[in-house]
């Protein structure tokens, strides 16, 4: 089968919720404001919504892998309660310099490796030149670079970013609300 569908490709922390730091409980997972909306659209738009999420914390000790895919199936059902299915959810727990023996690793799918995105390009046939990827740091848009996804979105969420990361974006929008006016 070739690569026929699309995705919104979604950085999670800084995108999808506020990112407060290494969040893992729900008590704490702050949806961002017209995210379902703005998600829904794509959607109804034929996108398959992707989550690629950097899990250092995972790695640190901050909190388990059992933690992070709890807080997941909690995630994904709270978009489904507003009719918003997300099609995949990829994490990279590991981090080359601080991280517990069985995390600590040179990875090729913590970002700015491409390799998330690769995964679901091949898991769920998606075409990269059609696609979008939406971050709120240089290092989602680096990734995606390298896994030539033709749209690249930097979302204004509160995180410092220079110019390069200003310049390696499409498009610079405040939040994920504002994508739907500018994209469809
Ligand atoms: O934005 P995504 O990729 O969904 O997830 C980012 C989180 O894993 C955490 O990534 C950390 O960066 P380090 O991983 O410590 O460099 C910090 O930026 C935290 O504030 C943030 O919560
Ligand atoms: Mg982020
Ligand atoms: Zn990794």
Same mark, same amino acid.
């Given at each position: 089968?070739?690569?026929?569908?699309?995705?919104?490709? *979604?950085?999670?922390?800084?995108?999808?919720?506020?990112?407060?730091?290494?969040?893992?409980? =729900?008590?704490? !997972? &702050?949806?961002?404001?017209?995210?379902? $909306?703005?998600?829904?659209? !794509?959607?109804?738009?034929?996108?398959?919504?992707?989550?690629? $999420?950097?899990?250092?914390?995972? #790695?640190?000790?901050?909190?388990? &892998?059992?933690? !992070?895919?709890? /807080? $997941?199936?909690?995630? @994904? %059902?709270?978009?489904? %309660?507003?009719?918003? $299915? +997300?099609?995949?959810?990829?994490?990279? =727990?590991?981090?080359?310099?601080?991280? /517990?023996? &069985?995390? *600590?690793?040179?990875?090729?799918?913590?970002?700015?490796? =491409?390799?998330? *995105?690769?995964?679901?390009?091949?898991?769920?046939?998606?075409?990269?030149?059609?696609? @979008?990827?939406?971050?709120?740091?240089?290092?989602?848009?680096?990734?995606?670079?390298? %896994?030539?996804?033709?749209?690249? +979105?930097?979302?204004?969420? #509160?995180? &410092?970013?220079?110019?390069?990361?200003?310049?390696?974006?499409?498009?610079?929008?405040?939040?994920? %609300?504002?994508? =739907?006016?500018? *994209? /469809?």
């Amino acid at each position: 089968m070739n690569n026929i569908s699309k995705a919104l490709f *979604l950085d999670r922390d800084g995108v999808v919720n506020i990112d407060h730091g290494y969040v893992y409980e =729900p008590a704490k !997972f &702050e949806f961002v404001p017209g995210v379902f $909306t703005a998600c829904k659209a !794509f959607a109804d738009a034929g996108y398959k919504l992707i989550i690629v $999420t950097n899990q250092s914390g995972i #790695g640190r000790g901050y909190y388990s &892998e059992m933690d !992070f895919h709890t /807080l $997941t199936q909690w995630m @994904i %059902a709270q978009f489904a %309660a507003h009719q918003v $299915t +997300v099609t995949d959810v990829y994490f990279c =727990p590991h981090h080359r310099k601080k991280a /517990l023996p &069985e995390y *600590l690793k040179e990875c090729d799918c913590r970002k700015p490796a =491409p390799g998330m *995105l690769l995964q679901g390009i091949a898991d769920h046939h998606i075409n990269p030149a059609s696609s @979008i990827m939406v971050g709120d740091k240089l290092s989602d848009m680096q990734a995606a670079s390298k %896994a030539v996804i033709g749209t690249r +979105v930097l979302v204004r969420s #509160g995180q &410092e970013f220079d110019a390069r990361a200003i310049d390696s974006a499409d498009h610079v929008c405040d939040s994920l %609300a504002d994508l =739907p006016s500018i *994209l /469809l």
